[in-house]
């Protein structure tokens, strides 16, 4: 079991910047591909990025590449999301995932296995 826990949501202007963090707990955390995604109000969750267990493997969504960066950090148990030049479009709940490493890197919500409950971005116009 993997527990995650997602953090740096708030409230910011369009055009400003965000790093949310994504704490792991539970098993060997370097064993799982980590993703991050995002559901804005009655739409459906949508991938955002995904990064392999050893960070040489990344894939974003296409309309994001430029502005939105996942690392990871295996020595603290984290993954990261460094959110650039915000739009008000950017508003959502984001989340962390994670599904084991010898699967193919997701950017299906199905692919995962593990979910944190969210934090809560919202770009101001």
């Known amino acids: 079991q993997v527990q995650l826990v997602e953090s740096g949501g708030g409230l910011v202007q369009a055009g400003d910047s965000l790093r949310l963090s994504c704490a792991t707990s539970?098993?060997?955390?370097?064993?799982?591909?980590m993703g991050w995604f995002r559901q804005a109000p009655g739409k459906e969750r949508e991938f955002v990025a995904a990064?392999?267990?050893?960070?040489?493997?990344?894939h974003y969504l296409d309309s994001l590449k430029g502005r939105f960066t996942i690392s990871r950090e295996n020595a603290k148990n984290t993954v990261n999301l460094q959110m650039n030049s915000l739009k008000p479009e950017d508003t959502a709940v984001y989340y962390c995932?994670?599904?084991?490493?010898?699967?193919?890197?997701?950017?299906?919500?199905?692919?995962?296995?593990?979910w944190g409950q969210g934090t809560q971005v919202t770009v101001s116009s």
């Open positions: 995932a994670a599904h084991g490493h010898a699967r193919p890197l997701g950017t299906r919500k199905y692919a995962y296995d593990y």
């Open positions: 539970g098993r060997t955390f370097s064993k799982y591909a």
């Open positions: 990064i392999n267990w050893s960070g040489g493997m990344i």
